[in-house]
Nanobody, 124 residues
């Protein structure tokens, strides 16, 4: 059974940092491109960042480029999202997702497995 478990969310002041982690099990991690998505209250789920299977390429939404960094450790079956210079508009539930043989820039509909999400709240 595939499981993706996010952690690291919480409450932080604007300008602060958080590091999200997503631990994967029940799958061959290196076969999956990994992505982070987020959904704010009353809004559609949106793409945040993604990384290819061995981490060669990364992709970011314009809204987080230069502030967020996605990385992965295939030995630990874990993907990370380092979030710096956080803004109140980054407040959302953050989800990690796995895309089998993905190329890294797939739409959310292409992702095969999703975590339950972790709440990130940025106060002004």
């Amino acid at each position: 059974q595939v499981q993706l478990v996010e952690s690291g969310g919480g409450l932080v002041q604007a300008g602060g940092s958080l590091r999200l982690s997503c631990a994967a099990s029940g799958l061959t991690f290196s076969s999956f491109a990994m992505g982070w998505f987020r959904q704010a209250p009353g809004k559609e789920r949106e793409f945040v960042a993604s990384i290819t299977r061995i981490g060669r390429n990364t992709y970011y939404a314009d809204s987080v480029k230069g502030r967020f960094t996605i990385s992965r450790d295939n030995a630990k079956n874990t993907v990370y999202l380092q979030m710096n210079s956080l803004k109140p508009e980054d407040t959302a539930v953050y989800y990690c997702a796995a895309d089998l043989y993905g190329v890294g820039y797939s739409p959310s509909s292409e992702y095969d497995h999703w975590g339950q999400g972790t709440q990130v709240t940025v106060s002004s």
